[in-house]
């Protein structure tokens, strides 16, 4: 699965029509800092339909590729925003697009790992659409192959993250399993060789 970031996909597009930073956030009617950010994956909705305007696309071409996603995606509501950036610090995600919103949530982020996704956004309590955090119970649980989990296990350890079960061998993989700061639980595992 090709693992197109956004960003990517904006600095793409504004070289193909051979112009500079500058240019872009003149034509979109944004700061060149906010182009910047941009091309790094990280915009605010108000900043994605700027660029699409500038673009002459619709945001929904702009933000999406259906041939980047794979055929099956867990999402995942997360109410801290700081908690998409513990993700890809303490589990190593690479950021492939990550809108803010108010009080500091993601509205909408991509992660990627390996070929994997997990989209993240801010809850619904409307909806039912809650972290563990809050409705005091599990909602999911995601699996993760990873190179070595082991070593995995060790970074996020150090970085902070609760290890509820340390690694051990079970049906093939090598695991371990692992809580976020809202009580989202994550299995890291590698294949036994």
């Not at 259906?66 to 109410?79: H, N």
């Not at 009080?103 to 409307?126: A, D, I, N, Q, Y």
Request: with cysteine; net charge negative.
């Amino acid at each position: 699965m090709p693992q197109l970031n956004i960003g990517t996909k904006i600095r793409r597009l504004r070289e193909k029509k051979a112009w500079t930073q500058d240019h872009l956030a003149g034509a979109a009617g944004i700061s060149l800092r906010t182009v910047q950010r941009a091309e790094e994956g990280t915009m605010s909705a108000e900043t994605l339909s700027a660029l699409a305007a500038a673009f002459d696309v619709s945001v929904e071409e702009l933000s999406h590729d259906e041939s980047a996603y794979p055929s099956v995606t867990p999402m995942i509501p997360y109410d801290d925003g700081t908690t998409v950036d513990w993700l890809v610090r303490v589990f190593g995600f690479g950021v492939r697009m990550k809108i803010p919103g108010a009080r500091g949530r993601v509205v909408h982020g991509e992660l990627t790992t390996g070929s994997g996704l997990v989209m993240v956004s801010e809850p619904s309590h409307e909806e039912g659409w809650d972290t563990p955090k809050a409705v005091g119970t599990r909602t999911q649980m995601i699996y993760v192959m990873v190179g070595d989990a082991d070593a995995h296990c060790a970074h996020a350890r150090g970085a902070g993250a609760r290890i509820l079960m340390e690694p051990h061998d079970a049906h093939g993989h090598r695991r371990y399993l692992a809580e976020d700061p809202e009580g989202h639980r994550w299995w890291f595992a590698s294949p036994l060789g």
